[in-house]
C-alpha cells in the first residue's frame, strides 16, 4: 500500500524549519489536519483543512475513514515523542505512512541549557496528569517537562516546595524556535506565581533540602508515605515481594486485595510505562489508593471495587499477579493462576495458618516457591532496648510456563 497518510512536525518557525520533503509532503496532500496553531504556520492553498476536535479520538476515527486521500497531519516538533504521530502509528499499518520530524521541544530545550539529553528525563504532563513527575524528583536530577498550559511552571513549582525542593533551579522556555521565544529564570521558591505564557517546556534541576524526604524508585517506601488503616504490606516485605514480582517496562499488574495500594503503587514507580490494577472491595480503603496514587506519583492506577476473585472477570490479562489478602479465598489462586498470562509471575503473601496451608498446597500445584520471611526491629524496652518481631510472612512465587 503506498502511504496515503504523511505526518509532519513543525515549529514555531513555520515552513522556514522544514526539510523539502516535508514541504513536498504538505504540498502534495489534499488534506490538511492539524490544531488550529499548527494550520495558521501553513499559508493558505488549495488543500481542504480540517482542525481536530475535542475530544481527539474523535478526529482520528474520522481521518482513518480517509484512506484513500492524500492527507497530511501537522503536530509538534516529533510527531513520535509523546505526539499524535505515536498515536496514529498504533492505528495503521506501517507501509499506510511516513514521518517527517522536526527538532522535538526537548531537544530545543536541552540546546538552550547545555544539557546532554541523555542524561534529562524527559516527561510531558500535555493532557496528562502533573503528579506524574513525582517518581522524577530526586536530588541532583535534571528534568525538561513538556507543559499543558501557562499554569503548569506554577504547579510544578508548588509541587517542587511542598517536596522540599525550592532551592531548585527552574527555566520556562517559552515559543522555543520563534520569533516570540522567551525564557525566564528563577528558584523554585522566588518563583512568581503571574508568570504565565501557554506555549512552554519547564527546565529543572532539582536540589534538594537537607532533610527533604527520599522517595526512590525502588521499592521500599517509608511506610509513613502511606495514608492507611493498617492493612500495609510494611517497608521491608514490601521491598522483597516488588523484588519477586520483577517489574519490567510496560508489564501490568493486578494487586488482589490492595489494601492502601503501596505494591502496585511502587510497581508503578519502578518504570513509567509500569500499569496495575488495584482491586478492593472495601470503599474506604478505595479513597485510601486514590489518595496515594495521587501523591506518590502513580495518577494512572486504574482502581476495581469489589471482591475477588469475582471483581476478576472482564480485567485485562496481567503480566504478574500479587494477592495480598484473602489467598484462602475458595477459587482464589486458581482464578489468578488462570488469568495469568503464560511466563507471568504470581506471588502471595500469607500471615494466617489457613493462608499458609492454601500456599503450602499450591507449592505443589503451580511448581512454586516458599519463602518464611521474619522481621525484626529494635525498640525500647524500659531502659534498654529489645528485639520486636513482626508476624512472620510466608511467601509464594510461581511462574506460568509458556
Known sequence: ?????????????????????ARAAIARAQILVGGKRHLALVPDGAQERWPWPSPLEAGIEKLLDLRGTKVCVLASGDPMWFGVGATLARRLAKDEYRVHPAPSSFALAAARMGWSLQDVATISVHGRP???????????????????????PAAI??????????????????????????????????????????????????????????MPIVAG????????????????????????????????????????????????????????????????????????????????????????????????????????????????????????????????????LQSEAVLIAARETYNGELVRISVAHASPVGKFDAWRTAMPVTTLTARKPA
Open 221 to 352: 517506601l517509608p511506610d509513613d508515605a502511606y495514608i492507611h488503616d493498617g492493612q500495609l504490606t510494611k517497608r521491608d516485605m514490601r521491598a522483597i515481594t516488588l523484588a519477586r514480582l520483577a517489574p519490567y517496562p510496560g508489564a501490568l499488574l493486578w494487586d488482589v486485595g490492595a489494601g492502601c495500594g503501596s505494591i502496585s503503587i511502587e510497581w508503578m514507580r519502578s518504570h513509567p510505562a509500569c500499569r496495575a490494577i488495584a482491586i478492593e472491595r472495601d470503599e474506604a480503603r478505595r479513597g485510601m489508593i486514590a489518595t496515594n496514587a495521587k501523591a506518590l506519583g502513580a495518577p494512572g492506577l486504574r482502581i476495581v471495587a469489589g471482591a475477588a476473585p469475582a471483581a476478576l472477570e472482564g480485567l485485562e490479562t496481567p503480566d504478574a499477579i500479587f494477592v495480598g489478602g484473602g489467598a484462602s479465598e475458595a477459587g482464589m489462586l486458581e482464578k489468578c493462576w488462570a488469568a495469568l498470562r503464560p511466563g507471568g509471575m504470581l506471588v502471595a503473601n500469607a500471615v494466617t
Open 157 to 214: 513549582v508548588r509541587m517542587l516546595c511542598a517536596r522540599g525542593y525550592a532551592s531548585s533551579d527552574v527555566t520556562v522556555l517559552e515559543h522555543m524556535g520563534g520569533e516570540g521565544e522567551t525564557r525566564f529564570d528563577a528558584r523554585a521558591g522566588a518563583f512568581p506565581p503571574d508568570r504565565r505564557r501557554d506555549l512552554n517546556v519547564v527546565a529543572i534541576a532539582c536540589v534538594a533540602e537537607a532533610m527533604a524526604p527520599l
Open 1 to 21: 500500500m503506498d502511504a496515503w497518510l504523511e505526518i509532519v512536525g513543525i515549529g514555531e518557525d513555520g515552513l522556514a524549519g522544514l526539510s523539502p520533503a
Open 130 to 152: 502533573i503528579e506524574a513527575l513525582h517518581p522524577h524528583l530526586q536530588p541532583g536530577a535534571k528534568l525538561l517537562v513538556l507543559s499543558d498550559s501557562g499554569d503548569t
